[in-house]
């Protein structure tokens, strides 16, 4: 099974380089991948060092599956001459997400679409594959009919350069790498850019993505995405208003049965989920559940992941893991 990691030096590149490892992800060659500036540099993996090498050469060694993290422009020219040699491609970049033949995938939730036809397969946005994640079994249950959604994101969304800003803040030292304004000790209501209609795109992927991998594309979604000094791990403040009544122990009881979400919730002693418990950790966590008191059939959470791991790298490796053992990939 030979794997390409394109982007393997940045963030969520090296994020894969390791959840492959702390998975046990069969991998009978890397090939690691960067942008020219990269190449004969070398990363470490599975106690080997291995040199970058660029696309070109990368595209004629012809690997299985190639985990793409180097944003929307490389995956755009790169993931078709990947899959036009037979590679599969696991694309982490907005590039493909809402293309109407390429699946979005989840594999807890909608892993099942996948076929031996789908050469490239999109990675959802960090914050949408928290949110659904706690939302799909809730929906199948009781059919959710609007939510709506406040994100407080890390920096490492950004990637290094959001990172450094916040240090570099932190250290006294003045920073523009990545936001129009100070992060430290700031919070910023925008992510990506403005579009005509005054949301953001970060906050249009969160309702583009979540109909479609929830299947409901006329869910009514309203999101409002801010950026926040923390510097890994994402939160989000959830309302979700059914179209049929729920009972709150039943919704734990589901929580608590479903793969992949782990139930933090006594406020009595002071047990929720935080980023900084996050980090590091594949599962997605949820608590403050409580009925909205306000809005019948409604109800509030609170959900916390780690956007590198299950936001980003361990949800393409899972996709691959699910690729392997449903030998969905005609050569396994």
């Not at 076929?115 to 928290?130: E, L």
């Not at 890994?232 to 589901?254: A, L």
Request: aromatic content about 6%.
């Amino acid at each position: 099974m030979k794997i390409a990691v394109v982007g393997a030096t940045g963030l969520v590149g090296s994020t894969m380089l390791k959840v492959l490892e702390e998975r046990n992800f069969v991998v009978t060659e890397l090939i690691a991948v960067a942008s020219e500036n990269s190449v004969g540099k070398e990363i470490s993996f599975q106690n080997k060092k291995i040199k970058v090498i660029g696309l070109e050469d990368a595209v004629r060694l012809r690997p299985d599956i190639a985990l793409f993290s180097a944003g929307a422009k490389v995956s755009k020219e790169w993931a078709p001459k990947f899959a036009a040699v037979g590679t599969t491609v696991i694309d982490n970049s907005s590039c493909w997400r809402m293309e109407p033949n390429v699946p979005l995938i989840v594999p807890e939730i909608n892993g099942d679409i996948l076929t031996a036809a789908d050469k490239i397969i999109a990675n959802p946005n960090c914050s949408t594959i928290q949110m659904v994640m706690v939302l799909n079994p809730l929906h199948n249950k009781y059919d959710i009919k609007r939510i709506v959604v406040s994100t407080y994101q890390s920096v490492s969304g950004t990637g290094a350069k959001g990172v450094k800003q916040l240090m570099h803040e932190r250290e006294g030292i003045k920073s523009n790498e990545a936001y129009p304004h100070q992060i430290d000790l700031n919070c910023l209501p925008h992510i990506d850019s403005f579009l005509e209609n005054n949301y953001t795109k970060e906050e249009m992927k969160m309702v583009n993505e979540t109909r479609k991998i929830l299947r409901k594309p006329a869910l009514n979604i309203s999101a409002t995405c801010v950026r926040v000094p923390v510097q890994g791990g994402h939160s989000e403040s959830v309302n979700i208003e059914f179209e049929n009544d729920f009972d709150v122990k039943e919704v734990f009881e589901i929580l608590n049965h479903t793969a992949g979400v782990i139930v933090e919730d006594n406020p009595s002693q002071n047990i929720y989920p935080m980023p900084i418990n996050a980090k590091g950790k594949d599962e997605v966590f949820v608590g403050r559940i409580r009925r909205d008191f306000s809005n019948p059939q409604t109800l509030n959470c609170w959900i916390v992941s780690d956007n590198l791991r299950k936001g980003a790298a361990t949800n393409a490796v899972q996709i691959a893991e699910y690729l392997v053992k449903h030998k969905v990939i005609e050569s396994i």
